[in-house]
């Protein structure tokens, strides 16, 4: 699979974790996969911790799978990791065909 050599319009992927907490540290969710963090979007509802991670699909992402994991501040320099709380099934991009076929007569 090569890269968008044909410059079609890419589709988009989009993750969401949530998760309900009680107390004063709000937790704070964080994605992961192939080794490296991805940054996501923390929301602000009161008593819940939850994050969106939008991604265009390219060929890059084929194959990753993606976790969202929770990590709790304790006002220390670590933090403290709570687990994960999901892992996105196995991502398969796979490229389109829109080519025309012009026949002349």
């Known amino acids: 699979m090569g890269e968008n050599v044909f410059n079609l319009t890419q589709d988009v992927i989009t993750f969401k974790c949530r998760m309900n907490y009680s107390g004063n540290n709000r937790p704070q969710l964080r994605w992961f996969a192939g080794g490296r963090n991805w940054t996501g979007t923390q929301g602000t509802e009161s008593g819940v911790a939850s994050s969106s991670l939008t991604l265009a699909a390219t060929s890059r992402l084929d194959g990753a799978t ?13 933090d403290i990791r709570t687990g994960v709380l999901w892992t996105s099934d196995t991502i398969r991009v796979k490229c ?3 080519l025309i076929l012009l026949t002349y007569v």
Do not use: L, Q, R, V
Not at 66 to 78: L, R, T, V
């Open 66 to 78: 993606f976790k969202c994991e929770a990590f709790i501040g304790d006002n220390s320099s670590a």
């Open 96 to 98: 389109k065909n829109n």
